[in-house]
């Protein structure tokens, strides 16, 4: 049980509080309701780029980690598809310094040319870091486009290449900051060793006067249903065959969105799962298979993904993984396998419980879906799950027509 | 009117609290040691093994061991030990290092007790089944291959080889020492160093008298393995630095690590030196990161830190730089080195690094694991709570000149080893 308070500023920031006695530490988290979705063609890795802009001095404050560090605090930030999320960690005792901080670069940041040029090569590092010097790295480069044809989820959040984050203008960067950074598209979690009406005054004081902005209105090309089955076949110096294979699958608030989730546990949550013992362990055709799903707020995927054992052909691995996807979209899944699940998914809320941060963040994570008091109910939405439902989603879910297949081979 | 250029008052922290576990045995001599704490009804119960039988030969047979643990027994199967587990929503990690193996069960309270017979049956009696082994020879192989293509593994393990040689901390591996494994060197490691004599329980959260019951009985009584054994010991000498390069012709990235032996945590020097690395290359505003990530934009990340080892401490520094401006990044590191042994640190910079130190390690104390993993960090070597409150004096006493002394005692560009993987 997560507690929390709530209330409103008249610039439409939304403020939630969460007091936590047992803590010395301060928890201060905000969210921008703002991803690489928002982003247009030709321009992506912007929302991305833009976070690391954030901490790049603001209108009043020249330096944003300099204050922060000099209180006892630390902060780090991410960007999704969907969401850019900024926290801070520090003694409750200082917990002022986090909305003096935060409040300014809401207000404006300085727009450096420096501090640009010089996130725009970090960026560029952080690219070929994770994505291109790194075997596999550019999967999901690959298998976005693939799976989506008009939806911005056909991009990466890192961006579809470098140029594009080295042509990165400060008009952009400033238009980008008007349009998303606005306090009525934003949600602020105060947690920790606090009292709400410290942070309403806090709140008041330091954001209160922020100008409301122009309400951003999303309106994102819709993707097509998928009616014809896709693939992509890549060569590249990797050891290993790989195969990833992507499924449709609801967005975030759709009510079979947990359906989906369990889904995935039973096929893919650890050493009892079906496809580690019946793929890995039985048949011997992979060294690693996981299943998972992307939850994302549009339309999302659904993933299986795997090593090949070598000597193993594609097509016998690809068939095996239909045959055990074929079997739970015919047949019901046994209680045991069903509780198993819900029980996993109840004690990975329990201890999700243990971290102010996390608790700080699911409160404006589920804040942004509708109602931060669902979080405390979610796991109601799991355990009411019935085998029935599991197989119903598996068999509309688990069509050839509606999956996008890369197979990743080893250069010969 | 609000004024935004004013910073608002602060406090250094002041009192950081460190709850100690309380020390109870099982009725074998099995020391346990309890932090019941949190409010949420979960634990986390740790079986800490030192590691045992080092031999050169044999450089997998701790670490498959611990692979293969889960992996069977003589009354259940690999399938069943998951499904039992995971029925009750627990989680069972292994997880070997360089000095210890930890199994760690992570369950809500109330399943203990269907939990904890599983494991007894996984610490007391497992049979690592030859045919789990061939399928975990197979896939650790093609991981380690798949590893060998990023640079920064390669860094990582050349780094380890040039400091600790064919040692437990050092050791090459490559996939054909996978080939080397046998059934019975398992075993036989099995039975020598999971026992009651080599184990350490370290229980963190919601964990009253009746659940230390449920525990005793479990494990307090015999256990079959007893054989004997022998902890490792390693003793390491200073080796003259050296530069270790390959060359990678298409990396569009260079991993660099670098570093020599150094002390650990039971060297009175070691808080001191940890603000000297805080201010080098330990936390987002050090010199390393201002200098080659902020100002240069060389790299995504780049830091320094102190391992402390049972045996040993060493000093590393890693980062991943763009294939171009290598060489550059390595000439901006030697020159952060000699500023911190040349010149001193200014005040202002100093008293942050204070302030953020102390801050974060009262962030670290969040809940009951991690006031018991600081429990594990001194109780390993022979240390008590002094150390803590030695550590947080030495940081808000420590001077400009004393950092320059230990710069000049233990940040020396010549002597490390120096390992670029990629291109310079």
Known sequence: MVNFNRFTLANGLK??????????????????????????????????????????????????????????????????????????????????????????????????????????????????????????????????????????????TIGQDLAQIENAKMEDVKAFFKKHYTPQNAILVVGGNVKTEEVKQLAEKWFGPIPAGDKYERNLPQEPEQVAERSLTVTADVPLNAIYKAFKMSGRTDANYQVFDLLSDILSQGQSSRLFNSLLKEQKLFSEINAYITSSLDEGLFVVEGKLVEGVSMEMAEKAIWKELELIATELVSDDELTKVKNKSESIMVFAEMSLLDKAMNLAYYELLGDAASLNVEINKYLSITAEQIRAVANTTFKKEKSSTLYYLANA | MLNRTVAPAFNQVSDINFIQPISKPLANGLPVYILNAGEQELVR?????????????????????????????????????????????????????????????????????????????????????????????????????????????????????????????????????????????????????????????????????????????????????????????????????????????????????????????????????????????????????????????????????????KHAGYFFLATEVGANVCADALKEIEKEITLLREDLVADEELDLVKNYMLGSMLGSLENAFSHADKFKNIHFFGLDYSYYSNYVETVKNITAQDLKEMANKYLDWNAMARVVVGKK
């Not at chain 2, 044999?58 to 611990?66: F, I, T």
């Not at chain 2, 329980?201 to 230390?212: L, M, N, P, W, Y």
């Open chain 1, 15 to 156: 403020v939630l509080v969460h007091e936590d006695a047992t803590t010395p530490m301060a928890v201060l988290n905000i969210l921008y309701d703002v991803g690489a979705r928002d982003e247009e063609e030709g321009r992506t890795g912007f929302a991305h780029l833009f976070e690391h802009l954030m901490f790049g001095g603001s209108v009043n404050i020249p330096s944003y980690d300099e204050p922060l560090q000099r209180v006892g605090g630390e902060n780090n930030a991410f960007t999704s598809n969907d969401i850019t999320n900024y926290y801070i960690t520090l003694p409750a005792a200082n917990i002022e310094t986090a909305f003096w901080l935060e409040s300014d670069r809401m207000l404006s940041l300085a727009f450096s040319e420096k501090s640009l040029e010089t996130q725009r090569n970090v960026v560029c590092e952080e690219f070929k870091q994770r994505y291109l010097n790194q075997p596999y790295g550019d999967v999901w480069l690959k298998l976005r486009p693939l799976a989506y044809q008009k939806h911005p989820y056909r991009w990466a």
């Open chain 2, 45 to 309: 119960i740790e079986f800490i093994f030192e590691n045992a039988n080092w031999s050169e030969q044999k450089p997998l047979q701790a670490v498959a061991v611990n692979g293969l643990i889960n992996s069977g027994t003589s009354t259940l199967t690999a399938k069943q030990i998951a499904d039992g587990v995971d029925y009750y929503g627990a989680f069972l990690q292994t997880e070997y290092s360089a000095d210890f193996t930890t199994i760690t069960l992570y369950t809500l309270t109330k399943h203990l007790s269907s939990v904890l017979p599983i494991l007894l049956s996984v610490l007391n009696e497992s049979i690592f089944p030859q045919h789990e082994l061939e399928i975990y020879q197979q896939n650790q192989k093609q991981k380690l291959q798949v590893s060998l293509q990023k640079n920064d593994y390669l860094a990582r393990k050349t780094f380890a080889h040039a400091i600790f040689g064919d040692t437990a901390y050092g050791s090459d591996i490559n996939p054909s020492d996978y080939d080397q494994l046998q059934q019975t060197d398992l075993l036989a490691y099995f039975k020598a160093a999971y026992q009651p004599k080599n184990c350490t329980i370290i229980i963190a959260g919601k964990f009253v008298d009746k659940d230390f019951e449920v525990l005793d009985t479990v494990f307090g009584g015999a256990w079959q393995n007893s054989e004997s054994f022998d902890r490792n010991h390693f003793s390491f000498s200073v080796k003259a630095g050296e530069d270790i390069y390959i060359e990678k012709p298409e990396a569009l990235q260079s991993a660099i690590r670098m570093g020599n032996l150094s002390i650990n945590r039971t060297h009175v020097d070691f808080p001191a030196l940890q603000v000297l690395n805080c201010v080098f290359g330990g936390y987002f505003g050090s010199r390393l990161m201002a200098n080659i990530r902020e100002d240069k934009g060389y790299t995504y990340g780049i830091g320094s830190g102190i391992a402390s080892l």
